[in-house]
Each structure stands twice: as structure tokens, then as C-alpha cells.
């Protein structure tokens, strides 16, 4: 399971084609073309409502395809049971649960994937504390989630995911909300993932502190792919492809003006 | 300790410790993903499975535990579609539970609503030698579920779209919590009452995490807190004439409050340990600190 026979490298670790989803009766994807290759970064842009968070929810298994293809490491959807292969990173939840929970024993839950019923066995505790090391966490480790900063939190998840010793990472929004001193952090984590040859697809609202990482940018509009190439070398977010900023130089376009926020 | 002597009073013993194990360990997990109010539901439901074994002439512990199971169930099925409608759909279940109880008890023959009392409030006098097989039965169930399974409900009930994408069979386990918590009910019923038996897994588990920073201390700390509270309520009605349901969960909101005016001066503590144990302040450190 850990060895990939050669054959396999070329085959791409998430292959997307056509995917249509809704919810409920909206429809947020229509027709999304996503392929990542082994190695690559890949970063997922777009406005509010543009339907990326969905794209890698579909690519979890969250949100059901109403139509298209998806394949994770050559093997349909439906067949797929290498979770273990997968580290991923929710968008953040609003708030801790209701019973406290130490950092560790939250990272903990992120390597289940690998234990057999659920036993921590001294490989496991290693990988646990190899993650919290990647995010410089391992002297909180004792510490109740609930005190922790919102970017601290953020780091959490993103050890969590890492504990699994994932081949593909995927991860929402990692860096909503959360400061530039962790944002550095966070870099550095995923840049040691990625020297390690990690695969990478993640959602971003801008690039950051991550851009020379990322190896390829999608941009999502309306549920449609509008850019898929080299990330955007400009300057600041304005440069984006598909950035909808209410601009009055915007009305350039014979397109109606879209916030993002109602279409 | 003469109270020992008697063969009703070490049935109630042993019952009450049951509760006291069981309550607050499948308790944490409900209160971790904020459904204590579960409990209180499927104590109401198991109302018409009591009434069904005095109509039917079996035992009720059984007959309450196989009702309780199919709320559960169908309390679970509610919440896992997550309708806008969920809580209205779970009111109806439980009133229904309830006035469905209060109804059969009163077509049984010689059945009246009195007949419900004892196991609406708990009493020690009620605990049969029978009943004493079917709690240790149903006990070890609760106790292998909620301690043998604790990683993967505890991920579960955490985080359930991350514990998806692990792989874990989220909903046969959430199935499985359910039906835990419905057998914790009845396991409860005799001592300390259906409609008194969510609050030993709810108080317990808040009393606890007032001074508790991990999940594993919570749970480990409110079964120790519960077994304490239900022996010593337990022990207590033996000499003083008062019910035992009530008395046990009495003392339990007294143990909660103890915690609650302990936690306080316990946090300031930890606090100025952990400010002694770093020499330079970080970025990080200030923020954590202007946050608790």
C-alpha cells in the first residue's frame, strides 16, 4: 500500500471530469475539469461563492457529484479506501466542542486512518509528535484546544491531517483568519510536506506567504473553471484572474458585476 | 455498615454503581458534540417501554430497553438528515414516548399512572434480583462501547466531516453511540429514574471539565465523580427516608458547583506556572493569554 508500483507515478492523484454538484437547489459546480499529478501544488482561487470550497468537498466525498467523473489515485471514488493516503484540513469550525480536548489528543484522532482498532502503537505516538513538530506545536501539546489562538487552532488541524503521513494533502481555506506570524508557520510545514514530495491542493483566498510554493493556480467562477496555468505572478490580490472587486472601473465588462455574495 | 446486611440494599449498591459508570461515559460523548439533551429524550421514550412490559406482563428493564433502541435510532436518523425540522420531529418523538407510556399503563388491568412513578424518579426498593442480571448485561455493553471505542467516537463526535474522510464508519458509529446511549437509559431507569437519568451524564461531565484540560481526564474524572455521587446518594436514602433519583442528582449539582468555585483560582495557577516557565514572551504566548 505504501509502495507505488512505477506504472501508477503517472497517473494523476485526483482526476476530476465534468463534476456538476448543488446544493440544494443551487447548482454550485457546473461541469469543474480538476486534475492534480503527483508533486504538484495546486491552489484553488476564487471569490465567495464561487463554488472552490465544494470542488475539494466533492473531492473528499463530502458533497455528492450530481454528475462528472472523480478518481483519487487512479481508483473511482466508489471504490476508494486508502483514506490513510489522505491528510485533509476542514475549513475551520466556528468553535471547540463541548468537552475540552488536549492538542495531542486532537492530532490523535488525525491517525486513526492507520491503527487497527483504534490502538496507538509506539510508530503512531511518533508520527503524532512528528506532526506537532512540523507546526511547532509540541510545547502546547498538553494544552486544552479550547485556549488556543484562532491561527494556533488552525495549526491543530493542519498536524492533525499530517499525522496520517498523508501522500495528498488537501486543505480549505488553511489560512482563513489567521495572522501572518502563523501563516509563516503554516509555510514552512507545508514546505517541508512538499520537499518530501507531498501532492498539494488547497483552497485559497490569496496566495501569501505560500506563493512560491504553489506550481499551479485554478481559479473558480460561477462553478466554472476560468484559469488553470501558472499562478499569478501580479502584484497583490487585484491581480487575480477572476478577482471580483467592486470597482467602477469594473463595469468595463458586459458582464454583470457579481459579488460573489447572492449569485 | 449495617447496610450492607440487607440483600435489597446491595442490589441498589450494585445498580447504583452501574449508573454511576455508565451514565457519564457515554454522557461525555453527547455532551461533546452538544446533544446532552439526548438523554432526557430517550428517557422519555423508554416511558412507553415500561408500560409495555407491566401490559405484557414482561420485564420492563428489557421492554424499556428495546423501545429506548428504536428512538435512539430514530432520534439518530433525524439528526444524520439534519433537517430544519430535526427538533420539531424530535419533540414529537419524545412527548409521544411519554403520553404513549401514560396510556398503555392505564389500558393494562390493574394499571394506573402511579404504576410509572418509581420509574420516572428511581427506587432503591424496586431493584429485583432479575433486574440486577439484565443491568450488569447491559452495563458491560455501555462500558465496551464508550471505553473501547473512545478514539474513534471521540473523533467522530469532534470533528464528523474530518472522521469521514479518515475512513471511519461514521455512520454505524454514530448508530452505535445512539443505541449506547438509549441502554445507558434503561440501565439508569431503577435508581436513578428515566426522567432524572440525563442529568447524570450531563452534570458529571460539566462538573469535571471545569478542572480538566484533556478529553481523556474529563472522562475518566466524571465516571469517578458519578460512581462517588450515586454510591454515596445511594447509601444515603438507606438511612434518611428521601428518593433515591432525586438525592443522587442533588448532590451531583453540589459537586458541579464545588468544581466550578475550584476552577477559578486552579486556572490562575496554571496560568502564572506557565508565565514561570518561559523565559522570553512570543507573539503567540501574548495572544493566548489575552484570550483565557
Known sequence: MQST????????????????ASLGSRPVLRGVDLTVRRGEVVALLGANGSGKSTAVRSVVGQVPLSSGELSLFGTDLKQFRAWSRIGYVPQRTTAASGVPATVREVVSSGRLARTRFGLLRKADRAAVERALALVDMESHADVSVNALSGGQHQRVLIARALAVEPELLIMDEPMAGVDLANQEVLANALREQVKAGSTVLLVLHELGPLEPLISRAVVLRDGCVVHDGPPPKAVGQHALPGHDHVHPHAAHDAE???TGLLS | MDLLNYAFMQRALIAAALVGITAPAIGTYLVQRRQAVMGDGLGHVAMTGVALGFLLNTSPVWMATLVAVVGAVGMELIRSRGRTSGDVALAMLFYGGLAGGVMIINLAPNGSTTNLVSAMF????????????????????????????????????????????????????????AVTAAVTVTV????????????????????????TRGFAATLGLAIAISLAVSLGGTAATYYVDVPSGATIVLIAIGVFLATTALSAPLARRRANAARAAEEVCTRDDVKVRAAS
Open chain 2, 122 to 177: 428511581g427506587s432503591i426498593t424496586t431493584v429485583a434480583p432479575e433486574d440486577v442480571t439484565a443491568m450488569l448485561i447491559l452495563a458491560a455493553f455501555v462500558i465496551a462501547v464508550t471505553i473501547g471505542l473512545r478514539r474513534q467516537l471521540f473523533a467522530v463526535c469532534q470533528d464528523e466531516e474530518f472522521a469521514k474522510v479518515t475512513g471511519l464508519p461514521v455512520r454505524a458509529l454514530n448508530l452505535l453511540l
Open chain 1, 5 to 20: 508500483p512505477a506504472a501508477a507515478l503517472d497517473q494523476p492523484v485526483i482526476s476530476l471530469r465534468g463534476a456538476t
Open chain 1, 256 to 258: 454583470p458585476l457579481r
Open chain 2, 188 to 211: 439508569a431507569m431503577r435508581i436513578v429514574g428515566l426522567l432524572l437519568v440525563s442529568a447524570m451524564m450531563v452534570i458529571p461531565v460539566a462538573a469535571a471539565q471545569r478542572v
